[in-house]
């Protein structure tokens, strides 16, 4: 992944209504949802819902296909990957962050080390 790529999908996640409409993706997996009911499910006119939809397309965040007269969404879990990949191996020191195959499920595994612990709070 480029630097240009990952500012094109970090804007176009920046915004309160693609970033609510990715989460919902996600959580519906590889199978997707018809847009119209993305629509229904967050309160989002179909007009505006496409206008995201759109731009998250054009970021390659979201990937389409037709099934009849509904156009189905899902989240580019490819790209999404390799944009988390690509924060973990170039953005973050080595000793902070690392990313590794387990043997077993074949799944990435992010670790992050404890380099930022939570400050404590001060008792009056």
Known sequence: MDIQKAIIAFDALSQETRLRVFRLLVEHGPEGMPAGTVSEKLGVPHNT??????????????????????IIYSANFDFFTGLIRYMVEDCCRADFASIRKDKKSGASIIELMNCCPPKKEKKS
């Open 49 to 70: 819902l496409s206008f995201h939809l759109s731009h998250m397309s054009n970021a390659e965040l979201v990937l389409s296909r037709r099934e009849g007269r509904s």
